[in-house]
């Protein structure tokens, strides 16, 4: 039983290791805190387990976009949202306008 313990620590570790070096390969240089991307890779390596605990804590910035949190922009504030109410605003017009010339189309045919 202890070496199957053993044996799946050893396989966590390993497998927490090899996500943190993808992850940092992976991610975009301008998101790495602290010292460049490929320091980052070389602690990771060099480091094991602590230097991948070193990068989720330390290294890798959790914002999102221009610094900015996705979680800080509430709905008003963010553009995407806006465009799309006012998307959504259009096309609702658009139905609408289509529907009244439909109706008027029925209402001509049903009166010759």
């Known amino acids: 039983m202890r070496a199957f313990l053993t044996l ?8 927490f290791w090899v996500y943190a070096v993808v ?4 991610t975009d240089a301008r998101r790495a805190r602290g010292i460049p991307k490929p320091a980052w890779v070389i602690v ?3 480091l094991n387990i602590i230097g991948g605990a070193l ?3 330390v290294g890798k910035d959790r914002t999102q976009g221009k610094g900015r949190s996705r979680i ?7 553009p995407t949202f806006l465009r799309r109410i006012a ?8 139905i609408r306008q289509l529907e009244r010339e439909i109706a008027d189309l ?7």
């Open 8 to 15: 799946a620590a050893g396989a966590l570790a390993i497998g």
């Open 23 to 26: 992850d940092c390969s992976l």
């Open 44 to 46: 990771i390596l060099v």
């Open 55 to 57: 990068w989720f804590i």
């Open 72 to 78: 800080d922009t509430a709905p008003d504030d963010d």
């Open 87 to 94: 998307t959504d605003a259009e096309q609702e017009e658009r």
């Open 106 to 112: 029925d209402d001509d045919s049903k009166n010759p």
